[in-house]
């Protein structure tokens, strides 16, 4: 137990489908946080007015 190195070691980045994962550096206490990047599930289209009759 002793041996183990002190810091955690890098986390390869995450990708799915609609998201994408990536570590953060180690704050001063050690803690760890993640980045969650998110693509959107719908294609968004410009609205255009319809035409009179």
Do not use: C, H
Not at 7 to 19: D, M, Q, S, Y
Not at 46 to 52: E, G, I, L, Q, V
Request: proline share 11%; glycine share 8%; no cysteine.
């Amino acid at each position: 137990m002793s041996g183990q190195p002190a810091a955690r070691p890098k986390v390869p980045e995450g990708k799915t489908r609609f998201l994408i994962t990536r570590q953060k550096e180690a704050n001063e206490k050690g803690y760890v946080g993640y980045d969650t990047i998110w693509d959107s599930f719908q294609k968004e289209v410009p609205y255009t007015t319809p035409k009179k009759p």
